[in-house]
């Protein structure tokens, strides 16, 4: 059984900075992809940005040139830094790994538990 713990979610101003951590957890072998979606409060669950275990990231059009992905392979975490955030980035955070190499199987979609976000002054 593999579990993804998120951490560093919280209340910040606007144009502070947060820093998400999330830790997967189990007989893992490797993970292919390991990323981070969130989800506001009516909204659809959106990807941020997603990194492979070949070191490439993909990030979305809202998370450009704010957010940085960073992943430690070996260790089987994945942060996100969040810079400059903005109220519309309240949202709960979620952490995903897909293409999970377990004993004997593979797993994909594994989700954390969620991380809330909350940006206001």
């Known amino acids: 059984q593999v579990q993804l713990v998120e951490s560093g979610g919280g209340l910040v101003q606007p144009g502070g900075s947060l820093r998400l951590s999330c830790a997967a957890s189990?007989?893992?072998?490797?993970?292919?992809?390991m990323g981070w979606y969130r989800q506001a409060p009516g909204k659809q669950r959106e990807l941020l940005a997603n990194?492979?275990?070949?070191?490439?990231?993909n990030y979305a059009d809202s998370a450009k040139g704010r957010f940085i992905i960073s992943r430690d392979n070996a260790k089987n975490t994945v942060s996100l830094q969040m810079n400059s955030l903005k109220p519309e980035d309240t949202a709960v955070y979620y952490c995903n790994a897909d293409g999970v190499r377990v004993r004997g199987s593979w797993l994909y979609d594994v989700w954390g538990q969620g991380t809330q976000v909350t940006v206001s002054s």
């Open positions: 990194s492979t275990n070949l070191g490439v990231s």
């Open positions: 189990g007989s893992i072998f490797s993970i292919s992809v």
